[in-house]
Each structure stands twice: as C-alpha cells, then as structure tokens.
C-alpha cells in the first residue's frame, strides 16, 4: 500500500512510499538522493536541505496545468504623459 508520493527534490523522480515513520530512509533509485523523514519534513543528506513533505508531494488527482501565461502587457506600456 503505497501511503505517500513524493518527488525526489534532485532529480523529481516520482518516490512512492509505503511506510513513512520519523528517522526512516527514502532513497531515490534514479540520482541516489538519500532523505530522512523528520517530522513533516524530508532532509536530504547530501546537501543537508529541509524540504517540506507537503512541497515534495505528487498528488495524481491534482492536475497541475502548467499554464505559461506570457502576459503581453510588457509590451503595452501605457504611456501617460501628462503634460
Ligand atoms: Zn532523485
């Protein structure tokens, strides 16, 4: 029974988990990234940095349209010269 979906914070491999308890090892097969749950974080070994599991967490239900809204307003300046 998978209990939580992460992505892998280096590589975002997709880290299924059917355990999750303080202290315990998640490895990432693919870039060998090593992470420790700690309390509702994840700290990765390597480089000793803090994710939140809340931030690593791959909902597949949630599907995060990536919608790259390039706003054209750049180009529309509105020049209000008050003279
Ligand atoms: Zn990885």
């Given at each position: 029974m998978v209990v939580k979906v992460i992505r892998?914070?280096?590589?975002?491999e997709v880290l299924e988990l059917t355990d999750m308890f303080e202290g315990m090892e998640i490895h990432c097969?693919?870039?060998?990234l090593v992470l420790i749950v700690k309390d509702d974080e994840l700290l990765a070994l390597d480089t000793n940095e803090v994710y939140s599991i809340d931030s690593l967490a791959f909902e597949?239900?949630?599907?995060?349209?990536?919608?790259?809204?390039?706003?054209?307003d750049y180009y529309d300046y509105d020049y209000d010269y008050e003279e």
């Open positions: 892998c914070p280096s590589c975002g097969e693919l870039c060998g597949e239900e949630e599907e995060e349209e990536e919608l790259e809204e390039f706003e054209e």
